[in-house]
Protein backbone atom coordinates (compact mmCIF):
# COMPACT_ATOMS: atom_id res chain seq x y z
CA UNK A 1 0.00 0.00 0.00
CA UNK A 2 1.37 3.51 -0.80
CA UNK A 3 1.19 6.38 2.04
CA UNK A 4 2.06 10.54 0.46
CA UNK A 5 5.35 11.47 1.79
CA UNK A 6 4.41 14.23 4.39
CA UNK A 7 7.27 16.65 4.04
CA UNK A 8 5.22 19.81 5.57
CA UNK A 9 5.20 21.97 2.14
CA UNK A 10 2.58 22.04 0.13
CA UNK A 11 3.40 23.91 -3.22
CA UNK A 12 1.12 26.93 -4.86
CA UNK A 13 0.38 25.75 -8.54
CA UNK A 14 0.71 29.50 -9.80
CA UNK A 15 4.02 29.48 -7.82
CA UNK A 16 5.72 26.29 -9.73
CA UNK A 17 8.70 26.94 -11.42
CA UNK A 18 8.89 23.24 -12.65
CA UNK A 19 6.29 21.42 -14.76
CA UNK A 20 5.87 17.31 -15.73
CA UNK A 21 7.52 15.19 -13.59
CA UNK A 22 9.69 17.50 -11.55
CA UNK A 23 6.92 19.51 -10.34
CA UNK A 24 5.31 15.83 -9.28
CA UNK A 25 8.01 15.22 -7.04
CA UNK A 26 6.41 16.40 -3.92
CA UNK A 27 3.58 13.97 -4.44
CA UNK A 28 6.17 11.17 -4.68
CA UNK A 29 4.51 7.89 -2.97
CA UNK A 30 6.77 5.70 -0.85
CA UNK A 31 5.70 1.91 -1.13
CA UNK A 32 7.53 0.77 2.26
CA UNK A 33 10.44 1.56 4.61
CA UNK A 34 13.38 -0.82 4.32
CA UNK A 35 15.56 -0.81 7.38
CA UNK A 36 19.23 -1.26 7.22
CA UNK A 37 22.21 -2.00 9.06
CA UNK A 38 25.98 -1.58 8.81
CA UNK A 39 27.88 -4.90 9.10
CA UNK A 40 31.35 -4.76 9.73
CA UNK A 41 33.94 -7.62 8.51
CA UNK A 42 37.40 -8.16 9.83
CA UNK A 43 39.65 -9.86 6.72
CA UNK A 44 42.38 -12.44 8.13
CA UNK A 45 45.98 -11.86 7.12
CA UNK A 46 48.52 -14.51 6.24
CA UNK A 47 52.56 -13.47 5.61
CA UNK A 48 53.58 -15.55 2.49
CA UNK A 49 57.03 -15.45 0.87
CA UNK A 50 56.94 -13.19 -2.39
CA UNK A 51 58.16 -14.59 -5.63
CA UNK A 52 59.96 -11.22 -6.23
CA UNK A 53 61.60 -11.21 -3.06
CA UNK A 54 60.60 -10.18 0.59
CA UNK A 55 56.95 -11.07 1.66
CA UNK A 56 53.21 -10.39 0.93
CA UNK A 57 50.48 -10.10 3.27
CA UNK A 58 47.28 -12.27 1.92
CA UNK A 59 44.17 -10.53 3.13
CA UNK A 60 40.91 -12.39 2.49
CA UNK A 61 37.62 -10.51 3.63
CA UNK A 62 35.08 -12.63 4.73
CA UNK A 63 32.69 -11.11 2.03
CA UNK A 64 34.73 -9.93 -0.50
CA UNK A 65 38.07 -11.02 -2.52
CA UNK A 66 41.68 -11.95 -1.70
CA UNK A 67 44.06 -9.48 -1.73
CA UNK A 68 47.84 -9.79 -1.73
CA UNK A 69 50.32 -6.70 -0.67
CA UNK A 70 53.77 -7.00 -1.41
CA UNK A 71 56.67 -5.48 -0.61
CA UNK A 72 58.19 -6.52 2.59
CA UNK A 73 61.03 -7.15 3.42
CA UNK A 74 61.08 -9.42 6.78
CA UNK A 75 58.45 -11.37 8.29
CA UNK A 76 58.54 -9.00 11.27
CA UNK A 77 58.10 -5.81 9.02
CA UNK A 78 54.82 -7.77 7.23
CA UNK A 79 53.65 -8.40 10.95
CA UNK A 80 54.79 -4.27 12.16
CA UNK A 81 52.40 -3.38 9.56
CA UNK A 82 49.42 -5.86 10.62
CA UNK A 83 49.75 -5.05 14.02
CA UNK A 84 49.73 -1.06 13.35
CA UNK A 85 48.57 -0.11 10.22
CA UNK A 86 46.30 -2.72 9.09
CA UNK A 87 43.46 -1.14 11.39
CA UNK A 88 42.97 2.17 9.51
CA UNK A 89 43.72 0.57 6.39
CA UNK A 90 40.62 -1.72 7.20
CA UNK A 91 38.65 1.02 8.21
CA UNK A 92 39.04 2.50 4.88
CA UNK A 93 38.42 -0.45 2.88
CA UNK A 94 35.42 -0.55 1.17
CA UNK A 95 35.19 -4.55 1.87
CA UNK A 96 35.27 -3.32 5.24
CA UNK A 97 31.39 -2.74 5.96
CA UNK A 98 28.04 -3.95 4.12
CA UNK A 99 24.64 -2.96 4.33
CA UNK A 100 21.95 -5.23 4.82
CA UNK A 101 17.95 -4.86 5.30
CA UNK A 102 17.07 -5.86 8.51
Not at 4 to 17: E, I, K, Q, R, Y
Request: overall charge negative; aromatic content about 10%.
Amino acid sequence: MFAPLDHGFVPDPDDMMFSGRRAALGACLVEEVVELATVKYRPTFEICPSKASGYLIVVTWPKGPEQQLDGFVTVEAAQAWIDNDAPGWIAESIYSTIEIEV
